[in-house]
Each structure stands twice: as structure tokens, then as C-alpha cells.
């Protein structure tokens, strides 16, 4: 049981580029989401997902896209990289009924 | 709309003293609160959290927090704190709405010292 996995761990783009990263769970949650976390600003909810094929905008989703085509994966992109975009991305998901998210080890991007 | 303010950005504390990190929430509802803490470079791990009940509520690593409905917090606590606690630390508000994503902190940095 592997929890909540990121792929990349780390990647550099340079700006205009595209990239997708990759959120699986293996706990067959019905809930996912994606974060970035800046210094001093917390977590900021990018998009959400609150089951397969459904996809939902949070607080900051100007610049991302994202699908969930398959309940266990959650695909973050970025078709056109900022260096505004530089960050490090979380994904968390929880199942239904249980408000806990549990979180993957986080992807760190750097857009030059 | 739901918030989440913690007024220290940052605390030091001696190792072996107490702690109390404050969180306060702005919430139209009953709130499910959560404690979670980041080691350096990690994920996010859940330290506590609180849907109901008794308003005092353990979790790991000797943490506990209490919920103060009149006072709108959900401070956290540690009597005697380790180097190993040294990380950050995020307070998040839910709703029973099955729908509403929590709402994080900006988080506070402890630094512990000999």
C-alpha cells in the first residue's frame, strides 16, 4: 500500500514549456486534490476532484488543467510554464465519508 | 467563506519546554479542524484532528489540541518538545459538506534549540 505517490519528484522547464504531473493513490479514494505551496503562503488549492471523470477549479487554477480519467490517477498540467509557476505541488486525496486528505511527498518544479 | 489564520509565523522554543501553536477559523458551520505537520522536503502528515465530541483530542507524537467554539480556535499543544519536532506546521478547516475542500494556514515554523 503505497498511499499517495508524485511523479516527477523534481523537474526544471523552461518558461513556455509543458509538462504533466502525476498523482496516483492506491487506497481507491473518491477525492483528489492538487496544492501548491509557496513560502508564506500555505497551501492553495489548484484544482479538485471529487470522482473519476469530474474535475472542479479552486482558489488558484489560472494557468493548470487537469483530468481524472481513471479514479486512482489525477493529472495535474501545465501547457504553457511561467516562472510564476515555480512551486512545489501536492497531491492529497481522502474517500468519501472520511474528511482526512492524505498526502504524497510533493513535486518540486522550477520554471526558468 | 471558511479561513484559517495562525498568527505566528514563526516560534522558537527550547527543547524540553512547552508548546502552543494557535489556530483560529472563520466558519459557518460545525467545522471539522485538522492538525498537520511538514518535516523539510516531506509531505504533509496528520498529526490530529477533530469532527466531534470531546473538544480535546490527542493525536501523534504527544500533540493534542483543544476546540474552543466560543473563542473560533483549535490551538496545538506539546508539554515537552523534542529537537525532532522541528518542522512546520498547518492548521485546516472542513465542513461536513462532502464536497468543501479544507481550507489551510499559512503555517507557523518551529525551531527548536538546546
Known amino acids: 500500500n503505497a498511499g499517495v505517490t508524485q511523479t516527477p519528484k523534481f523537474r526544471v522547464l523552461k518558461t513556455g514549456q509543458s509538462m504533466t504531473l502525476l498523482c496516483a493513490q492506491d487506497m481507491n479514494h473518491e477525492y483528489m486534490y492538487w496544492y501548491r505551496q509557496d513560502p508564506g503562503m500555505g497551501l492553495r488549492l489548484i484544482h479538485y476532484?471529487?470522482?473519476?471523470?469530474?474535475?472542479a477549479k479552486g482558489e488558484v487554477p489560472d494557468g493548470y488543467n487537469v483530468s481524472r480519467l481513471k479514479k486512482q490517477n489525477f493529472l495535474l498540467g501545465l501547457e504553457s510554464a511561467a516562472p510564476s509557476q515555480t512551486s512545489v505541488y501536492f497531491c492529497a486525496s481522502r474517500a468519501y465519508g472520511d474528511f482526512t486528505q492524505y498526502f504524497g511527498p510533493g513535486t518540486r518544479l522550477l520554471v526558468l | 467563506a471558511q479561513s484559517v489564520t495562525q498568527p505566528d509565523i514563526h516560534i522558537t522554543v527550547s527543547e524540553g519546554a512547552s508548546l502552543e501553536l494557535r489556530c483560529n477559523y472563520s466558519?459557518?458551520?460545525?467545522?471539522?479542524l485538522f492538525w498537520y505537520v511538514q518535516s523539510p522536503g516531506q509531505g504533509l502528515q496528520l498529526l490530529l484532528k477533530?469532527?466531534?465530541?470531546?473538544?480535546l483530542v490527542q493525536g501523534i507524537k504527544g500533540f493534542e489540541a483543544e476546540f474552543k467554539r466560543s473563542q473560533s480556535s483549535f490551538n496545538l499543544r506539546k508539554p515537552s518538545v523534542h529537537w525532532s519536532d522541528a518542522a512546520e506546521y498547518f492548521c485546516a478547516v472542513g465542513g461536513p459538506s462532502g464536497n468543501t475542500p479544507l481550507v489551510f494556514g499559512k503555517g507557523t515554523r518551529l525551531s527548536v534549540i538546546a
Open positions: 466558519y459557518g458551520a460545525t467545522p471539522y
Open positions: 476532484s471529487v470522482g473519476e471523470g469530474t474535475t
Open positions: 477533530y469532527f466531534s465530541g470531546d473538544t
